[in-house]
């Protein structure tokens, strides 16, 4: 069984060049409120893979960050950037074996229809700064396909308005 943690970023301002956008203060307030979700379940990813969009490797950051992890198991994928359904499982299909436990942090629709492909569900989109975690019934990441997991868990940020 492989474990797949798909965290949207978290909210970042609003900027004139997509990829340079930084998170905000909500998007900070929401990662301090997942985080203590995520380690309160006792999750702990072997590895983050973040697209290259600025607010996708802050996100990441501050998630290696609550975990106390390496800052090697921060993964940079530019080609995750807008990255459709195809794009996403062929960097999960080619992912060592050895990784039990992968995080995925991006923003863009690829990662939507991956979760619905992979559950057979329909999403419509994951909230900023929110969490789903999937059990995959596969032995190899290269065995990723539509309906090989289930989801486990969907955490969303706790903000007081």
Known sequence: MKRLYI??????????????????????KELESIGAQMVATGMRPNVILTSGARRSIDTAKHIR??????????????????????????????????????MLVTQNQGVIDLLSSITNSEYKEIPNGSLVVLELRLRHWKDIESDTGRELLCLRPRLAE
Request: glycine letters at 4%; zero cysteines; a negative charge.
């Open 65 to 102: 960050e609550i975990f106390g992890l390496l800052a090697n198991v921060i993964d940079i994928r530019e080609e995750l950037y807008n990255a459709d359904i195809h794009r996403v499982l062929d960097i999960l299909q080619s992912l060592s074996d050895e990784k039990n436990s992968v």
């Open 7 to 28: 965290v949207r970023n978290a909210h970042a301002a609003i900027g004139a060049i997509d990829r340079e956008r930084e998170l905000d203060e909500r998007g900070i």
